[in-house]
């Protein structure tokens, strides 16, 4: 666990998840301490991944923990997939980005992705089930891109509305 505070996740429709994440410089201390902060506030919301993109940090940075007992936790560095296998399967995916929206995704049932660890150390890691949706999600994020942009117009623009909607009482609260 981590004794690192929180960041502020950005909320659907911020303009800003759909910036475009530049790949990381160097892995030093601030990458470590940014990492750190984004695995505070992925355990506080109760999340099995987050990209930097999430909390307004436009570089190639994914923190994931998809283990039981959330003390499994993994950084991928300016991940890049090798290989997606051809069969893909439609998955219920929500986003810590997009509160209380769950729908259906296809993703890929595994991939290959080569990303660096903290250390800065290049790393091969074959993914299935819930780790290969958890990293294609998160890799969305940093290509500025939300899961609900695989829904229907229609209902995008239902949760579009319905979130602002949301956003205005809490400020009004
Ligand atoms: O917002 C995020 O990027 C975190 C996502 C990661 C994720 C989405 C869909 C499927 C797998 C992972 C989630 O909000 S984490 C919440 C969650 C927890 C368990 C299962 C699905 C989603
Ligand atoms: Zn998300």
Aim: glycine fraction near 6%; hydrophobic fraction near 40%.
């Amino acid at each position: 666990m981590t004794s690192a505070q929180p960041l502020p996740i950005l909320c659907y429709p911020d303009p800003r998840l759909h910036t475009v994440a530049r790949p990381v410089e160097a892995v030093d201390a601030r990458i470590r301490e940014l990492a750190e902060r984004m695995f505070a506030t992925m355990y506080e919301a109760n999340g099995i991944g987050l990209a930097a993109t999430q909390v307004d940090v436009h570089e190639r940075l994914i923190v994931i923990d998809v283990s039981e007992e959330r003390d499994q936790p993994q950084v991928l560095i300016n991940p890049q997939i090798e290989w997606a296998s051809e069969e893909t399967r439609k998955g219920e995916e929500g986003c810590l980005s997009v509160p209380g929206i769950y729908d259906g995704v296809e993703r890929s049932v595994a991939i290959r992705v080569r990303a660096l660890d903290l250390s800065g150390a290049e790393r091969s890691i074959e993914a299935e089930g819930m780790l290969a949706v958890c990293i294609q999600h998160e890799m969305d994020h940093l290509m500025g891109k939300v899961f609900v942009e695989y829904l229907s117009l229609l209902k995008r623009n239902r949760i579009k509305s319905k979130l602002l909607k949301a956003q205005r009482e809490a400020e009004r609260d």
